[in-house]
């Protein structure tokens, strides 16, 4: 995988920007995000066949809204804006944007005109989705009509200067032929080419781990997941026994879920794994504290101390100054504002939950893909397919699906529910057709009926989401009876608990853990 003569994609704030950069690599070709602001010289250094300018919650007439070196409509490579961006180009060259009489979100009609390779073969109409609270009144000098809805001036072009823009998303699932619409662009018009897969990526990133480490030694945090597998087995084909991989029982695992980690990822992957029980000093740090972002920093800190002491430990074999970490683009674009103005959602606890101090220098192979594409890798490198289709368990683990203090009988509570939970979507077919299916322990009680006694027991939440990298999710349609089983048998066989709830919100509005 090339990262030359692939596409770039300026990231003004908008929270699909990862989504461009996803459906882009689903054409097979390298794409790049960068923050709206980076020089022509970071740009170039890419050698794009073109650049994407994203979506942005921003007017071009905010303050401080966000803006890139105009020459990026020069650079003699094609430029396609989404959103903001055909808001930004129309206002840079001289058009003319201003709030909208009647803003646009969701589905609209696109009327196609004038002819354009951005929308080839296509039929005159489409259904598109919208975003947008500014519209482009007056294009710029150059620049013709493509396409419109009933509100609003949908698409244009500078066939000249090969600026194309379009008003809504084809990125999301809800634009009619969006694919097709970024195939046109990508492939059609910058003649991208499609050289990004699986076996190139790992080459390629196995030759920059060796650069990166040299002839040092690297720790790697193993979480027993297939983000933190598939980065350790990329490091180890890289490194080979200078790796050394580390779990640790925080304190907030699964039930059973030391034990049986260890042993898959020994007897399945082949590698070797310290095991480190420091459950204690976890909760130790854990007592008292409610605010998730609390939970997740001090984790976080304390993973990192265990990881130093591991450290020292294993010093008579040579110093260690890496860390290894199986951190994916969700956790990095919900974690902290890297590329563009993005807004902060939670700190992931491998990234805005690091301390400020420290002590290893990180290896972070996975860091710009996404779950599917983790996956695909990881069956790439010959990883089981049971550890593959693992859902996603967050690195806080249990401590952000307890609400409140974290505390023995919540620990036990919650273990019991969250594998009855498993089991029956497991049971029922469902598991790999899910994306996450876990329990939530709620800091209410309420009261109940049990053997003709009045009960006041714990309430526990069931959550089970559909999506395809986290970035947005929805809530499972199950069986009925596939909901009635996991009530009946949390009640039945989880001590002290009266009342199960199912959590129908999807993300956005909510996010996929409760904290």
Request: charged share 25%; net charge negative.
């Amino acid at each position: 995988m090339s990262e030359q003569g692939g596409i770039v994609v300026l990231d003004f704030g908008g929270q699909y920007t990862q989504l461009i950069a996803r459906r882009i690599r689903e054409q097979r070709v390298f794409s790049a995000i960068l923050p709206c602001n980076a020089p022509l010289a970071r740009i170039r250094k890419y050698e794009p066949a073109g650049i994407v300018l994203s979506g942005g919650p921003c007017s071009v007439y905010d303050p401080g809204a966000p803006s890139c070196d105009p020459a990026v409509l020069s650079l003699g490579v094609p430029v396609l804006g989404i959103c903001y961006g055909l808001q930004w180009i129309a206002h840079t060259l001289g058009g003319r944007v201003q709030p909208a009489e009647r803003r646009e979100y969701g589905p609209a009609d696109l009327e196609l005109r004038n002819g354009s390779p951005l929308f080839a073969g296509f039929p005159k109409r489409l259904k598109i989705w919208m975003s947008h609270g500014d519209n482009v009144l007056e294009l710029p000098q150059g620049f013709h009509l493509t396409g419109a809805t009933g509100n609003s001036l949908s698409a244009a072009e500078d066939s000249a200067r090969r600026i194309f823009a379009v008003q809504f998303h084809p990125e999301v699932r809800h634009t009619e032929r969006g694919d097709e619409i970024l195939r046109n662009f990508v492939v059609g018009i910058c003649g991208a080419r499609p050289d990004w897969s699986g076996a190139s990526f790992i080459a390629e990133t196995v030759e920059a781990i060796r650069k990166q480490v040299g002839q040092e030694r690297a720790l790697c945090a193993l979480s027993g997941g297939v983000d933190s597998a598939v980065a350790a087995a990329l490091v180890h084909r890289a490194i080979g026994d200078r790796l050394t991989n580390v779990f640790v029982d925080n304190g907030v695992l699964r039930k059973d879920e030391f034990q049986e980690t260890i042993a898959l990822l020994e007897q399945r992957v082949g590698l070797k794994v310290i095991g480190v029980d420091a459950a204690e000093r976890f909760l130790a740090r854990l007592k008292g504290i409610t605010d998730p972002e609390e939970k997740r920093k001090r984790i976080g800190a304390e993973f990192i101390a265990v990881f130093a002491d591991q450290a020292r430990k294993l010093a008579d074999l040579g110093s260690i100054r890496f860390l290894v970490q199986g951190t994916l683009y969700p956790d990095v674009i919900e974690s902290v504002a890297v590329r563009g103005p993005s807004a902060t959602i939670k700190s992931h606890h491998n990234v805005g939950g690091l301390p400020a101090d420290l002590p290893f220098e990180l290896v972070e192979p996975l860091r710009e893909l996404f779950k599917d594409e983790v996956r695909s890798i990881g069956l790439e490198l010959g990883l089981p397919e049971e550890l593959l289709t693992k859902h996603p368990f967050p690195g806080p683990g249990l401590a952000v699906r307890i609400l409140g203090e974290v505390e023995p009988e919540g620990l036990r509570t919650i273990r019991d529910a969250d594998k009855i939970v498993v089991e029956e979507i497991r049971r029922a077919g469902l598991y790999e057709k899910t994306w996450q299916a876990f329990a939530v322990l709620l800091p209410v009680h309420s009261v109940g009926v049990m053997g003709d006694e009045r009960t006041y027991g714990k309430a526990i939440a069931v959550r089970v989401v559909e999506s395809e990298d986290a970035m947005t999710a929805d809530w499972a349609r199950l069986p009925a009876e596939v909901l009635e089983r996991i009530s009946t048998r949390i009640v039945n066989e989880v001590p002290g608990v009266n009342r199960v709830v199912y959590d129908i919100s999807s993300k956005p509005p909510s996010t996929i853990e409760w904290e």
